[in-house]
Nanobody, 120 residues
C-alpha cells in the first residue's frame, strides 16, 4: 500500500518554472514506479513522466522541459518543470505502481492532485 501527497503547484507566467513534490508512505517505496500525470479541464488524464531507478521516461509534450527525479531516502518524487506553457495548465497527480506504463489507468495509487496554472 502506498499513500501519496503532492505539493508545489501554483500560478506561474509562461516561460517560468515550478517544482512539484510528492511524498510517499510505505516501506517498499523504492520498488514502485512513480509517475506524474495531469488532467486539464474537459480533457482526459494524460501521462507526463515516470521513474523507478535511473532516468525517467517522458511524454513527447514535455521532453526537454520537465525532469522527474526521486529521493528514496526521503520517499519523495519530484517534477521539475521549466519553460512552462499555458497548455501545461492542469491538475497534476502523483501515481505509483509496481509496473511502469504511459497509460494513467494502469496506476493503482494516486495522490489528491495539485493545481498548476500557467498564464500567457
Amino acid at each position: 500500500q502506498v499513500q501519496l501527497v503532492e505539493s508545489g503547484g501554483g500560478l506561474v507566467q509562461a516561460g517560468g518554472s515550478l517544482r512539484l513534490s510528492c511524498a510517499a508512505s510505505g516501506r517498499t517505496f523504492s520498488s514502485y514506479y512513480l509517475a506524474w500525470c495531469r488532467q486539464a479541464p474537459g480533457k482526459d488524464r494524460e501521462f507526463v513522466a515516470a521513474i523507478r531507478w535511473g532516468g525517467g521516461i517522458y511524454a513527447d509534450s514535455v521532453k526537454g522541459r520537465f525532469t522527474i527525479s526521486r529521493d528514496n531516502a526521503k520517499n519523495t518524487v519530484y517534477l521539475q518543470m521549466n519553460s512552462l506553457k499555458p497548455e501545461d495548465t492542469a491538475v497534476y497527480y502523483c501515481a505509483a505502481d509496481q509496473r511502469v506504463s504511459d497509460r494513467p489507468s494502469q496506476y493503482n495509487y494516486w495522490g489528491q492532485g495539485t493545481q498548476v496554472t500557467v498564464s500567457s
